[in-house]
């Protein structure tokens, strides 16, 4: 994780996927018997490692890295159980389909894709989808929309803000 | 969008790192002093026998202390309210510091004093200007201190705008006891502790608003 906040992108992809490993168990343990769809564990899950991303400078390197993992995972999850207690009779059914499988996760997923990104610009969405979907560098994104590197990392990043705020909408 | 993908957006994005939180809010922090202070001096100023008072009276130097003794644990607990994993519980405790400065404060000052002189002191000569000035100075302040705070990450967010509250007029109380005529305990424990308290409510209210992430 110190790699990562000194922007190294390798180490940085390594760490947050290994986080995403362990943070999918800790929701889905957290939230079991509450009756929580397994979408919205993913869901919760890619919350929290927005939060990770947006609030990393607040980790105390002289400090342990996990409780500050945990800190953030509860708070989100909390948030997340106070929005699902002011409508639980309507999501009460939801339990339903609760189905293992992966075709209701790739369902899923592409609800998501649109929900999410239909609040970005065209472009700031074309530049997300680049480097996550397709799996571009910023500098071939760049050059690819005839802009500088820099301007490509900062659409990038208020995107990346963007999609944090959008769950937090979701909470009223 | 696939939890793979957003993981993958998210470490294009490594390089967008913020200076650490701890770093941010010690800079707002000075940034709102100097703001009151300028505000202070420009309105204000300091009183005319500033010097003398700081060499001869003891009363004078007790309201810098007990100012101090609030400012400067609240900065300290602030700092650690900035991040998510910092449990305040035991530390709060810092905070007793300033009652019991003030309650030291006050019984030697009733010891001092004769009885009949007690009423007098407590109500000063102008102390609904300090009601009004110590708020007023606390603001840049507080508005530095929530900024610092919304950029961080606090799980706890009426206790950190409290305690932001509590730092910001304990600065506003520093610059002002600096003005203020009245140095006998007795009027700081009621008139700055109102406006302390209140400053300390309102930080409270608006911590938990604005500093939900």
Redesign the interface.
């Known amino acids: 994780m110190r790699a990562a906040i000194a922007g190294d992108e390798n180490a940085y992809h390594k760490i947050l996927s290994e986080l995403s490993t362990v943070l999918r168990g800790v929701v889905r343990r957290g939230f079991a018997g509450v009756g929580v769809p397994r979408d919205d564990v993913e869901d919760v899950v890619q919350e929290v490692l927005l939060a990770i991303h947006l609030k990393r400078h607040t980790w105390d390197q002289s400090m342990p890295l996990g409780p500050w993992i945990s800190a953030i995972a509860r708070n989100k999850m909390i948030d997340d159980l106070r929005r699902r207690g002011r409508r639980h009779e309507v999501s009460v059914d939801l339990t339903e389909f609760d189905i293992e499988g992966d075709d209701q996760q790739a369902a899923i997923d592409a609800r998501d894709v649109d929900r999410i990104l239909d609040g970005l610009s065209e472009k700031n969405r074309d530049i997300v989808r680049s480097v996550s979907i397709d799996g571009h560098s910023a500098r071939d994104v760049a050059k690819r929309l005839g802009m500088t590197e820099v301007a490509v990392r900062v659409a990038l990043h208020r995107s990346l803000k963007a999609l944090s705020e959008t769950y937090q909408e979701k909470k009223t | 969008?696939?939890?793979?993908?957003?993981?993958?957006?998210?470490?294009?994005?490594?390089?967008?790192?913020?200076?650490?939180?701890?770093q941010?809010l010690a800079t707002a922090v000075g940034v709102g002093t100097l703001i009151s202070t300028l505000l202070f001096l420009w309105t204000l100023g300091i009183r005319d026998n500033f010097v003398v008072s700081i060499e001869t009276s003891l009363r004078f130097i007790f309201k810098f202390i007990l100012t101090l003794s609030i400012a400067i644990p609240a900065f300290v607990l602030v700092r650690n309210l900035?991040?998510?994993?910092f449990k305040p519980g035991k530390y709060l405790w810092w905070l007793a510091l300033a009652p019991l400065v003030l309650a030291v404060g006050v019984v030697s000052e009733l010891i001092a004093l004769p009885s009949d002189a007690w009423r007098a002191n407590m109500i000063g000569h102008n102390s609904i200007f300090c009601l009004i000035v110590i708020p007023l100075l606390s603001l840049a302040p507080l508005a530095a201190v929530l900024y610092a705070l919304h950029n961080?990450?606090p799980?706890h967010p009426a206790i950190a705008g409290a305690v932001g509250g509590l730092l910001s007029a304990g600065i506003a109380a520093t610059l002002y006891a600096s003005h203020c005529p009245d140095d006998s305990p007795l009027f700081l424990a009621v008139w700055y502790t109102i406006g302390i308290v209140l400053m300390t409510g309102v930080g409270a209210l608006l911590g938990s608003r604005v500093l939900?992430?």
């Open positions: 969008m696939r939890t793979e993908d957003l993981i993958k957006a998210l470490a294009a994005d490594a390089k967008s790192v913020e200076p650490p939180v701890a941010t900035a991040r998510p994993d961080g990450a799980t939900r992430w």
